[in-house]
C-alpha cells in the first residue's frame, strides 16, 4: 500500500535507542509511522523543513522545533507551557536540560548572531549552556519522543 504524501525533503538518521525511566530501550517509531503522521498531521509538515541544519538560522529553527511541539503538547494534554515537557508534563526533559537549552539558544553570549535574541535582559552565567553540538542532539530526542507519543495517541 502506497501513501500519498506531499513532496518534501527528507533524511533518515539513525539514533541510540532511547531509554525510558526503568533503563529498558523505547520502542522506535518506524518511517511508515512517520509517513502516516505526515499525511494527515499538519504539525510534522511544519517542524520537518526546520530540521535542516542551517548554520545561520541553527538556534532559531532549534527553538521552532521546541516550541511547535511545546503548543501540540498543551493543546493536546492541557498541560502549562512551562510544565507541558518537564517532569510535571510528559517528562521528555529536565529542568535542567531545558534552562541550558533556552540559555544556549536565547543568549547572544553563547550563541553569537545566530542567537535568538540580539540582546538579552539577563544571562544567567550559572547555567552552564549546551555546545553547539549538543543542540540537534537536544531536539532529535525531543522529536523522536514527541513522533512516539502523537502514534501513540493516534492509534
Do not use: C, Y
Amino acid at each position: 500500500q502506497f501513501i500519498d504524501v506531499p513532496s518534501i525533503d527528507a533524511s533518515i538518521k539513525v539514533w541510540a535507542p532511547s531509554i525510558t525511566g526503568d533503563g529498558a530501550a523505547a520502542p522506535r517509531i518506524s518511517i511508515t509511522e512517520i509517513l502516516e503522521l505526515l499525511q494527515h498531521d499538519p504539525t510534522l509538515n511544519q517542524i520537518m523543513p526546520l530540521t535542516k541544519h542551517d548554520n545561520q538560522l541553527w538556534a532559531i529553527n532549534a527553538w521552532k522545533v521546541f516550541e511547535i511541539i511545546r503548543r501540540d503538547v498543551v493543546d493536546r494534554t492541557g498541560k502549562s507551557n512551562k510544565f507541558a515537557l518537564g517532569p510535571q508534563g510528559v517528562d521528555w526533559m529536565s529542568d535542567e536540560e531545558f534552562n541550558r537549552f533556552d540559555r544556549t539558544v536565547n543568549s547572544p553570549a553563547v550563541s553569537g548572531s545566530t542567537a535568538r535574541h540580539a540582546v538579552t535582559n539577563r544571562d544567567d552565567a550559572s547555567i552552564e549552556p549546551m555546545d553547539r553540538g549538543e543542540v540537534p542532539n537536544f531536539i532529535n530526542r525531543l522529536l523522536e519522543r514527541w513522533l512516539r507519543w502523537r502514534h501513540a495517541t493516534e492509534t
